[in-house]
């Protein structure tokens, strides 16, 4: 039976399986920024995030972190839990960069003195607003919820930071997306990619992320490669520890 397409997002298609309460998400080559202002498209982008969302889940899995991965399909799309979405992208920030640099007048690079969690709202229409807590008992999210959030933001942000500074990156800020599963457990969703992330050479603070896009840099395939094989040296050593 030919799976069923629920959902066409911006960087992925979410399709129904015959299994109950699973879906898989099939990650493409197209990319858009600025909420959706700008578009592109490159090689490989669809297998790099699958892959490197893939072997991230499995990793922070290991770690604690209940998510909502199943098993990679093929090159370019993952198995997952069908979760029911929380309306909130949660962020996580370790060095100043894009709209926070801007909010507290920083220079992009400097380190925060302690991470910084924000709440936005996802909802495209409205441009993601950040939100505070006042606004999003109005929208009828429970304070258990919106602690639950934070904590793992930063529980995740935890876990990847060494993982990350191992393969000689520093994780600049990132998002994550959380969801209920059928027994109303709370789960960590969506992806873990350049497209989410902001990773800089911890060298040569060279960008390896979606900025070189958004910022038409230059050299944005090179740059996802090079972190798939990064973050993928980890499972070739059976390293997933
Ligand atoms: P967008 O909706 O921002 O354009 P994508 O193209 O990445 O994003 O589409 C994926 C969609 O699937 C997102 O709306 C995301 O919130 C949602 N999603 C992610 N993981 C799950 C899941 N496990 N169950 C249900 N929906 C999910
Ligand atoms: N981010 C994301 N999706 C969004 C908004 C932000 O994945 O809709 C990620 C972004 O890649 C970065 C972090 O969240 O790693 C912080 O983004 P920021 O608020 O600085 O957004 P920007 O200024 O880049 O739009």
Redesign the pocket.
């Known amino acids: 039976m030919p799976e069923e397409l629920l959902?066409e997002?911006?960087?992925?298609k979410?399709f129904a399986t015959d299994e109950e309460g699973v879906?898989v998400?099939r990650y493409k080559d197209d990319a858009t920024a600025f909420n959706a202002q700008k578009r592109g498209s490159w090689k490989d982008k669809g297998r790099t995030n699958a892959t490197m969302s893939a072997t991230i889940f499995a990793y922070l899995e290991v770690h604690g972190v209940p998510t909502?991965f199943v098993e990679q399909v093929d090159d370019a799309a993952i198995k997952?839990?069908?979760?029911d979405?929380l309306p909130i992208e949660v962020i996580v920030r370790n060095v100043a960069a894009g709209s926070l640099a801007r909010r507290l007048g920083y220079e992009e690079g400097t380190k925060l003195r302690a991470p910084i969690v924000e709440l936005c709202y996802?909802d495209d229409e409205l441009g993601d607003p950040m939100l505070n807590w006042y606004h999003f008992r109005e929208l009828g999210v429970s304070d258990e919820d919106l602690e639950f959030c934070e904590e793992l933001g930063l529980k995740v942000n935890e876990i990847l930071t060494p993982f990350f500074d191992e393969r000689g990156v520093t994780l600049v800020d990132f998002k994550i997306?959380i969801?209920r599963d059928a027994e109303g457990r709370l789960v960590l969703?969506?992806?873990i990619s350049p497209d989410t992330c902001r990773f800089w050479d911890k060298e040569t603070g060279e960008k390896l992320d979606k900025d070189r896009f958004r910022r038409d840099m230059g050299g944005v395939e090179e740059a996802y490669a090079e972190m798939l094989r990064r973050v993928q040296e980890i499972t070739q050593r059976g390293a997933v520890d």
């Open positions: 959902y997002g911006k960087a992925k979410v879906l998400h909502h997952t839990k069908r979760l979405m996802k997306e969801g969703a969506d992806e």
